[in-house]
């Protein structure tokens, strides 16, 4: 298996038709990160099963209003299809132009509980110590999320390890909606989808860290409309130690988390295993191989940067894209939560 491996998702076992679901925020700029870690890992699964990939800007708007907020959902629209992502196979649309994400929210805000969101990591993490200061909708986000699932009745959902947490709570909450309002089976309970061994992009100056947008540094991550020669800058200035290129796989992983970056980067940009990687550049200098790593990212990055320029030159056809989409995907959500509103009894 390469690293490249997708898992075919099995038929869901209360009935449900397999659906996927999955999206992306348009705030920053989209990364190496995001794209090895998941919108490369979706593009085969749209041959596979029915497929919705949403723009999540009312997630967006959670820590903060964002001044550009339509035109950088555009520029994650042309990342989808820069990448592959057909939207004539898949449903691509921002999540505000379907009424069924809010509404269904407010639905299971009402199933949710406190102690449930009280439990979230993510929430801890991002709110830091002054939790007071940031807003409801940030505390409120997982729900948010589940509702973008469920109103779907998405049974696979591609997260990532910092995204487990939140769908487990909408598999809660959508057992909780079930067996309260005595709709057996109504909601299905979405399942994690397994990509092979994706890896976890590392911040390019620190190791043990996550590649992030939020990162103030830039020279931590490349971006996906970085120049081929900023992508090679960056790569070039990408922290390392002195040792040269050698030991097991266990023992880089363990030990020299930059290094183990930089295997592994280079790994997925070319669909291989690290252990394959650490033996073509046994004993090298990382003078040597970032010289090589760059190339290879430039060679795989650089037509997904051009083709997305090209789209952008265009900003009707890509409002189109997405306005079709919306049309699509509210084709599929609002019987759902019109038959969730009569469950919960409304007219």
């Not at 999540?56 to 042309?78: N, Q, S, Y």
Request: hydrophobic share 40%; charged share 25%; aromatic share 6%.
């Amino acid at each position: 298996m390469t690293d490249q491996a997708v898992q075919t998702p099995a038929s869901n076992p209360a009935g449900h038709p397999t659906r996927v679901f999955s999206g992306v925020q348009p705030t920053g700029n989209l990364h190496l990160g995001n794209y090895l870690g998941a919108i490369r890992n979706w593009v085969p699964l749209q041959d596979q099963h029915p497929s919705i990939f949403c723009v999540v800007d009312l997630h967006a708007i959670t820590t903060g209003f964002e001044p550009d907020l339509a035109m950088k959902t555009r520029e994650i629209a042309a990342a989808y299809i820069a990448c592959g992502i057909d939207p004539q196979r898949s449903i691509i649309f921002p999540q505000s132009r379907v009424t069924a994400h809010a509404e269904l929210t407010w639905i299971l805000n009402c199933v949710a509980r406190i102690g449930w969101l009280d439990r979230m990591t993510q929430f801890k993490d991002k709110a830091g110590k002054h939790k007071e200061r940031v807003s409801v909708g940030l505390y409120d986000y997982p729900v948010l999320m589940a509702a973008d699932i469920l109103a779907y009745r998405a049974t696979h959902v591609p997260v990532g390890e910092d995204q487990k947490q939140h769908l487990e709570l909408a598999r809660d909450i959508a057992q909780k909606f079930n067996n309260d309002l005595g709709v057996p089976g109504f909601f299905p309970q979405p399942e994690p989808l397994i990509l092979g061994p994706t890896p976890r992009v590392m911040s390019l100056r620190d190791g043990k860290a996550k590649m992030s947008k939020s990162d103030p540094s830039d020279l931590s991550r490349i971006n996906l409309k970085d120049s081929d020669e900023e992508i090679a800058a960056k790569i070039r200035k990408a922290r390392t130690d002195p040792e040269p290129i050698g030991g097991t796989m266990e023992e880089i992983d363990a030990a020299r988390p930059e290094a183990s970056n930089l295997i592994g980067i280079y790994a997925a940009l070319a669909g291989k295993p690290k252990a394959d990687i650490l033996e073509q550049f046994e004993g090298a200098q990382f003078s040597t191989f970032k010289g090589e790593l760059a190339d290879l990212a430039v060679s795989v990055l650089g037509p997904i940067r051009t083709r997305m320029a090209d789209l952008l030159t265009d900003t009707a056809n890509i409002d189109k894209v997405l306005s079709d989409g919306a049309d699509k995907a509210a084709a599929i959500a609002m019987p759902i939560l019109a038959e969730a509103k009569k469950a919960a009894g409304f007219l």
